[in-house]
């Protein structure tokens, strides 16, 4: 059977190397089980509604690493939601979708038949943004039992499996990120 990496075609040096940075990560007040070779990871042992200062380290250090993390079973308020997102920084309200009723900074996408909503394709948060965010707070209060899933992908891993000479070509090049199909402006 041939071995994709003995053609030295795609992400899999990168992979190989990420995975044994992934795997060498050590925390004290968190545990960590990654979901895939380079992004996302499932942290427990932690209580969002009660955060040490020692422990968020631990969860930012996570993110920064994993660039996805979820918490399990995590009976939070809107308040605790806020809470939490804020201690990475700056929030900002979103141009375009209603906020929450008395909470700017959170928008909420319930669905239903009438409502399908645009997210549903593959998207970048706000990259049309000068400054766009390091990233969204999600919590999902109802999720159906099939369905509804939300996907990420690792756009460093993709970029490191292009051949040389397409990254050359493509490196210094700008895009135009235009929220007006999406939100109809």
């Known amino acids: 059977m041939l071995d994709i990496r003995e053609l030295g075609i795609g992400p899999c040096k990168f992979l190989e190397k990420r995975r044994a940075e992934l795997a060498g990560l050590r925390f004290e007040r968190i545990q960590a089980a990654p979901l895939s070779p380079t992004i996302g990871a499932e942290l427990r042992g932690v209580d969002l509604a009660n955060l040490d200062d020692e422990t968020f380290a631990e969860i930012e250090r996570a993110f920064l690493e994993y660039k996805v993390i979820f918490f399990r079973d995590q009976d939070i308020s809107t308040e605790q939601h806020l809470s939490f997102a804020q201690r990475f920084g700056e929030l900002e309200e979103h141009p375009f979708i209603k906020a929450k009723d008395g909470y700017g900074e959170i928008v909420s996408f319930e669905k239903d038949e009438k409502v399908v ?12 943004r000068e400054v766009p965010s390091l990233g969204s707070v999600l919590r999902a209060r109802a999720v159906p039992e099939v369905g509804g899933d939300t996907l990420w992908s690792d756009m460093e891993a993709a970029y490191q499996g292009l051949p040389d000479d397409l990254k050359q070509r493509i490196d210094g090049l700008r895009a135009i990120h235009d929220f007006s199909q999406s939100f109809g402006i």
């Open 117 to 128: 909503g645009v997210e549903n394709i593959w998207h970048s948060d706000v990259s049309w």
